[in-house]
Structure formats: C-alpha cells, structure tokens
C-alpha cells in the first residue's frame, strides 16, 4: 500500500466516522424534539391561561411571542433535522426508526397548514394541525422505542418485529427503502403545494377585504 492510498484510506474513513456519529446525534436527539413540539403545541390552552393573568400588555404580548416563535422554530428544525430519513443509504447504513420519514413528512404538513391556515386562531385547522403531530409521533415513537432502543436486547420471540422496525436490521431491504421514496414523494408534493400557494397569495392568508363604508 502506498503512502497515497493509506492516506486516502484514513480520510475515508474519518469522513465515514463523522457522518456517522452526526446521523446518530440527530437520531438522538430528534426525539426529545419531538417531546418539547408535542409539549408546546398540547401546552396552548396553559400558556393562553397565564396570558389572561397578565396586568401588563407588554408582558402577555412577549409570552406569547416567546411560545409561538419557539414552538415553530423547533417544528422547522425537526424537519430539517429528519431529512436524513429521505437518503436510501443513509437508512441502510444507520439504525433508525423504519417510519422516520413518515413521521418527518407529518411535521412537514404542520408547517403546511400553518401557511394555508392559522392554527393559533382556526378551531379546524388547530385540529389538523394536532392530528399530523399525534400521527407523526406515533410514526416515529413507535419504531423508535421498540426497535432502535430494542432490537439490541429484545428477547427472540421479539427479535423478529424489533429488527423489523429497524432500517439497518430490517431483513428486507425493500422496506426501509421503499418508504424513504414514499417519504420523497409526499414530501415533494406538498412542497410544490406550498410553492404555488407562496406564489399565487404572496404568502399572505386569503381574507376578503372589508367594504369601505358608503
């Protein structure tokens, strides 16, 4: 071996080991994500209620700021963080959650109906909003729990469905893959829906203008 390819040897490797342990922080970490925007958007009703004992304006105006901008940040963070889900090998190569990108295309849609609708105002579109977050933490608890914290100590009459919900463990390679394109091209959809909508309204929610009185 020269001294070239013991050289490009090492960097392989130290890029291989790097991306690794970056895949494996965000896996981590995603979950505890997912805990602080389930907490925040299901703790509503609690901050509204700590506004209504403000004698300050000033006061109740920056609370809600403060919740609102926090609530949505960590929503688009945990999108972006979850875009590892949608590399094909990147899920055969680490151990993650089977229906990780499932759960990341749920976040996305939260998102989606936060441009199309106002969900800290609109009864039905708090709702929609809530029901993509259930369905997504389902999605990603699940496989999370009981396979990626699992299938390392799971017993043998559990093994079977623990690896399965395991990316790199899943003995069919089909799955993980085949939902990370399914993942791909829900993803790709509502994005050219946010796209056109951005574009035709400018971004701006479509409420009739009020008459000016004659």
Same mark, same amino acid.
């Given at each position: 071996?020269?001294?070239?390819?013991?050289? =490009?040897?090492?960097?392989?490797? @130290?890029?291989?080991?790097? &991306?690794?342990?970056? &895949?494996?922080?965000?896996?981590?970490?995603?979950? *505890?994500?997912?805990?602080?925007?389930?907490?925040?958007?299901?703790?509503?009703? %609690?901050?509204?209620?700590? @506004?209504?004992?403000?004698?300050?304006?000033?006061?109740?105006?920056?609370?809600?700021?403060? %919740?609102?901008?926090?609530?949505?940040?960590?929503?688009?963070?945990?999108?972006?963080?979850?875009?590892?889900?949608?590399?094909?090998?990147?899920?055969?190569?680490?151990?993650?959650?089977?229906?990780?990108? @499932?759960?990341?295309?749920?976040?996305?849609? #939260?998102?989606?109906?936060?441009?199309?609708?106002? !969900?800290?105002?609109?009864?039905?579109?708090?709702?929609?909003?809530?029901?993509?977050?259930?369905?997504?933490?389902?999605?990603?608890? *699940?496989?999370?729990?009981?396979? *990626?914290?699992?299938?390392? #100590?799971?017993?043998?009459?559990?093994?079977?469905?623990? =690896?399965?919900?395991?990316?790199?463990?899943? !003995?069919?390679?089909?799955?993980?893959?085949?939902?990370?394109? *399914?993942?791909?091209?829900?993803?790709? @959809?509502?994005?050219?829906?946010?796209?056109?909508?951005?574009?035709?309204?400018?971004?701006?929610? &479509?409420?009739?203008? !009020? &008459?000016?009185?004659?």
């Amino acid at each position: 071996m020269s001294v070239q390819d013991l050289t =490009n040897a090492i960097i392989t490797g @130290i890029n291989a080991g790097g &991306e690794q342990l970056l &895949e494996g922080t965000l896996a981590a970490v995603l979950p *505890v994500m997912w805990l602080a925007i389930l907490g925040l958007h299901l703790g509503r009703p %609690y901050i509204l209620d700590m @506004i209504d004992r403000f004698t300050l304006r000033l006061g109740a105006d920056l609370l809600w700021l403060i %919740y609102v901008a926090l609530r949505d940040i960590l929503i688009v963070s945990g999108v972006i963080m979850s875009f590892m889900f949608f590399f094909p090998d990147v899920v055969l190569a680490d151990a993650l959650p089977l229906t990780g990108g @499932i759960a990341a295309v749920m976040l996305f849609g #939260v998102l989606l109906v936060k441009l199309m609708g106002d !969900p800290d105002h609109n009864l039905r579109d708090f709702r929609l909003a809530t029901t993509l977050l259930v369905i997504g933490a389902v999605f990603y608890f *699940v496989p999370y729990v009981l396979g *990626v914290q699992f299938y390392s #100590v799971a017993p043998s009459g559990l093994a079977a469905i623990s =690896n399965f919900l395991v990316t790199s463990q899943n !003995p069919n390679q089909a799955w993980p893959v085949g939902i990370a394109y *399914v993942s791909i091209a829900l993803l790709a @959809i509502m994005g050219a829906i946010a796209a056109y909508y951005a574009l035709r309204t400018g971004g701006r929610p &479509e409420v009739p203008e !009020p &008459e000016a009185a004659s």
